[in-house]
């Protein structure tokens, strides 16, 4: 991870703050968003199913240290993050119970997220890693109306 990559995932995050949510769903290549949130893939959809064990430990922990870098830049922003656990939100979407924008959306890619609220906004980051047998890996970021709650 380098600086330039810290850099880039700071400007896509300011951007999604910047953005006015749409009124109905909307999908590209690498941003969701709905009423009152957007996701962004900031890095991902590497998939190494056939790749040597070794490799796919390497990009874990290349993406882990991703995920710490753009931790410690907006703890820098706007202090230390609240840790949300997401099995919760899953269990309730798989339940097909209600689940508040963004965290429907996140939970069903990520485990947990880092989230800050700051200028009216609720931003959070994570990274999604298959696991064993499906090593696929991305990194995160939404950002949602503010009382998005955990």
Known sequence: MTNTTTAQHLTAIDLLRGRDFPDEPVRSAMVESGPGFHVAQLRGDEQLWDADPADVQETAQEYRAELEGLISALCLRWGEPEVLDLADHLERVAMG????????????????????????????????EGGPGMPVFQLLAAVGRADTAG
């Open 97 to 128: 119970m209600p689940v508040r924008p963004p965290l429907g959306v996140l939970c069903g890619q990520v485990p947990r997220v880092h989230a800050w609220r700051a200028e009216g906004r609720w931003i959070a980051v994570g990274l999604g």
